[in-house]
């Protein structure tokens, strides 16, 4: 039992929310359920169903179902395993050919289709083959069902230029949807911690495709703010050793590492009172006591994911899958700046999420 205070002098009694070993039990079976079904699904659609689903959707295109295409994948081999055994999923049946992992409910970007690929991050960062099969077949997806835009999840957009490989019309390069969500989410929090800009330090960490943006678009705002590219190669992610004083002093740190563990490493670094914004898939669930954090995560009114992403909830919105219901509502492609991008997109309805 904690005490709480009304007025200076008068407490009452607070009976803290107990999560009972009911609902936890509960939780865990909807989660092995949900898990279970995505497997399924996976499997029975892509080996089964596959060319029967096209050719229904091909029929269907003059009434225009899907608007926009979202590709997903997993981000290490245990991601996978929630989609799918490695095995059979690292095989010719399976590789570079995306398969249809749920729907985006309607709203101003119209209806969206989730595909997913079995293919880790690490084959499309070390493979050009795979980017080249993937892009390839989306177009021809894209074709079928008649969307107007196609996203690409996480980090595979500035993967993709790595290798000379460039998203035009009518695929969108998602960095401006990931800056959006990103500087959003900054807003809100300064709200409620009542920050104001350049009168504390932001170091953000990974300077790349959505970074350099990113860090840019928050000095225009007037930010005091540090970036620090991140080190990649086969063995993982590192920052450069003298980045870390930096994260010591830093009243807020925005983390742009592919995954959460990436940044696990450092979290001893942060000083108490810190704020980190996280925009790491999955999360960073090594949490430092006394140090705020805060998921990246935007809304709009009407759209769900069904089912939900791994780790995010229905109503989540990625950053990509943002701008690509943007496209589709507004017919801009990768054009606009990112003044005009986050003023129309809030126009559209956006909405940050303020999740801790």
């Known amino acids: 039992m904690i005490l709480g205070p009304i007025t200076e002098d008068v407490y009452v009694a607070r009976?803290?929310?107990v999560d009972t070993t009911e609902r936890r039990a509960s939780r865990i079976t909807h989660q092995i359920f949900i898990s279970?079904?995505?497997r399924v699904l996976f499997i029975v659609v892509s080996l089964f169903l596959r060319w029967l689903i096209w050719c229904v959707l091909g029929l269907l295109r003059i009434f225009k179902p899907f608007n926009y295409l979202f590709l997903v994948y997993p981000g290490t081999d245990s991601d996978l395993d929630g989609y799918c055994p490695r095995r059979l999923a690292k095989s010719w049946l399976f590789s570079k050919k995306p398969a249809i992992g749920g729907i985006i409910s309607k709203s101003v970007g119209g209806r969206g289709l989730i595909l997913v690929v079995p293919n880790t991050i690490k084959e499309f960062l070390f493979h050009k083959d795979v980017c080249e099969k993937v892009m390839q077949r989306l177009e021809r997806i894209k074709a079928i069902v008649g969307a107007k835009s196609i996203a690409i999840a996480g980090q595979v957009p500035g993967m993709l230029s790595r290798h000379n490989l460039f998203l035009e019309k009518p695929f969108v390069r998602?960095?401006?949807?990931t800056v959006f969500c990103i500087m959003e989410?900054?807003?809100?929090?300064m709200k409620k911690h009542n920050l104001e800009p350049g009168k504390f330090r932001i170091i953000l960490i990974g300077v790349g495709y959505v970074g350099a943006l990113l860090l840019s678009s928050?000095?225009?705002q007037g930010h005091n703010i540090v970036g620090v590219d991140i080190q990649i190669n086969r063995k993982g992610i590192f920052l450069p050793e003298e980045s870390r004083p930096f994260l010591k002093e830093a009243d807020m740190v925005i983390v742009l590492t592919p995954?959460?563990?990436d940044?696990?490493?450092?979290?001893?670094d942060l000083k108490t009172g810190a704020i980190v914004i996280d925009d790491t898939h999955p999360k960073i669930t090594q949490r430092p006591i006394g140090v705020n954090f805060y998921k990246v995560a935007v809304g709009l009114d009407g759209v769900k994911f069904y089912p939900h992403l791994p780790g995010y909830r229905a109503e989540w919105i990625p950053g990509c899958a943002v701008e690509?219901?943007?496209?589709?509502a507004t017919g801009q492609f990768n054009g606009s700046s990112q003044q005009e991008f986050n003023k129309r997109a809030k126009e559209l309805g956006f909405f940050a999420h303020l999740v801790s």
């Open 36 to 38: 279970i079904l995505r």
């Open 263 to 268: 940044f696990a490493p450092y979290t001893s």
């Open 174 to 177: 998602g960095n401006k949807g």
């Open 15 to 17: 009976i803290p929310d």
């Open 185 to 189: 989410t900054v807003s809100e929090v």
């Open 324 to 328: 690509a219901i943007y496209s589709a």
């Open 259 to 261: 995954r959460g563990s």
């Open 218 to 220: 928050l000095k225009e």
